[in-house]
């Protein structure tokens, strides 16, 4: 003690202290009153991080819709409705867990000087007991825009992430998650978006109405070959945020109309005969005739698939053509196999996005910009809400 | 017929343009200002079909021309953004701060007052914080993501020297007839 130097320094140093065990000698005056017990006396306490055990089944993980709330990455309890924990990201981040789900990969971007200054596009990589930072992978460009979930991905094992660039020549990066560096960016001229499948390949969408196969040859390098235009791209195109399966591999590339193209992704992808929501529920189908109000999908992130029981879960309104955003007064339970409608779950008010936990007691996860509503997956009952910032990105364990 | 055989050549010239640029070339950021150029003519022929046929979209039908600080101003059809109208600056001027980027998604829309389509450039603004004023999602014909030329979700500061969104105009390029 007497090596500290006197004077303000030493003050504020033994103001922080002061501060730490404040809860130590606050108490120390009240004695307890006669014939009273004495109570233990607390213990002091440390800082700390509470543990973390990994993404649970029932948690729902979601970025921030951009220059609207806080960015960040945040993972909220579904069985409680509570917060579990927060990561930091930029804004306009994508983001995807690793099969461990352990680990958290954050595609994001960063300028020295806030709004300006000299660009970083980043892989960030975070894990641990306690979910912290453990280092980046440099990135040659990323896509900025609002949320896209099909923005960024990992391979099926979790090898390889793939992160769509737009520069604006779009290319999708590919990254050796288990070397830590980028292999390769495959041009994709005319095409957006990364489906991954199989060990090291991806699908992505193109403007003609096509997909773009990537695929990787006996030496592992990249060619490019387009599938047969499947999709009227000016009059019902298929929504960005259309849903896969990357175990499967099957993708349900769903139309603003609500027809559901579902494509086998493969070097050569099937498709099976497209089908139409409207019609799974009795209804004509949806066209994109001027003045027509029937029911069709829209929102942000307004589709989530379950893969175990081949359950597509989709926000409705009842709309005219290219109301492709408004938000959906039900969610729509579809049976994928069946071509079927299994339920009608209303919404407490519209819902742009929606996601589904993968596991037996599935949990319905509706969001609008402000709230969230846990659904019972399989009666459509509102268990519980709270209050979100407007939500980006959603992902849940397995998807 | 015509009309469309240039429509076509566009998209080529675009395709090629975008698969050939490295992302970090001159030739790149030349694209960035080139890329919405070449685009112009793809979305009209649909939509002047449209007019032509006097069915006019959803969104003609409930437009209007007086007040272009609301949503539903004419020219909003393909808009997604806080409007610059509402922020200090215009239909074709960013506010005081911002900065116009030099890339564009586009549009078209029909005025209601003679029942033409007119060819819209919606342009960004950028560099300032977020306007949080008049927030409007115009959705007519609309593009996915992967076709961008009519992307109204891409953040268009791209050769902007800053990826800070403040606001969006729509500008007029001219009669998409």
Known sequence: MNRLPHGRAAYGIAAVLALSAGRLVLPAHAAPAAGQQTPPVLQSETAGVTPFQGLAPHELVYSAMDAIAPPGIRIIDGDTAKPVGTVYSSEYANFAWAPDNRTLYISETYWTMGNRGKREDVLSIYGGPKLQNEGEIALPGRLISDPKTNSFALSPDGHYAYDYSFQPAPSVTVIDLKQGKVLTSVEIPGCGLVFPFGERGFASLCGDGSLAVADTDAKGQYSVHRSKRFFDIMNDPVFDESVADRKSGLALFITYDGWVHPVHLADQPRFDKPWSMEGAAGLSPATSQVGQITWRPGGQAMAAYQAATGRLFVAMHEGHPWSSEQGGSQVWVLDVRQHRLLKRFDVPEAATLVAVTQDAQPLLFALSDGWLWVMSADSGAVLRATQVVAPGVLRVRGH | ?177
């Open chain 2, 1 to 177: 017929m015509k009309r469309l055989l240039v429509d076509n050549l566009g998209e080529r010239l675009t395709r090629r343009l975008a698969g050939r640029l490295s992302r970090r070339s001159a030739l790149a950021r030349l694209g960035a200002l080139l890329v919405a150029a070449p685009a112009f003519p793809l979305l009209p022929v649909q939509r002047a079909r449209a007019a032509d046929e006097g069915k006019g979209t959803d969104f003609s039908r409930a437009a209007q021309t007086d007040d272009n600080t609301a949503c539903n101003y004419w020219r909003y059809c393909g808009i997604d953004g806080n409007l610059c109208a509402c922020c200090g600056g215009g239909m074709h001027s960013c506010p005081p701060g911002s900065q116009p980027s030099p890339t564009s998604w586009i549009g078209s829309c029909i005025n209601p007052a003679d029942q033409r389509s007119y060819l819209i450039a919606y342009r960004d603004c950028c560099g300032a914080s977020i306007c949080p004023k008049c927030s409007c999602l115009g959705t007519d014909h609309a593009m996915p993501i992967y076709r961008p030329q009519a992307n109204n979700h891409i953040i268009w500061c791209i050769g902007a020297n800053t990826f800070e969104y403040h606001c969006s105009m729509a500008i007029l390029v001219g009669l998409a007839e």
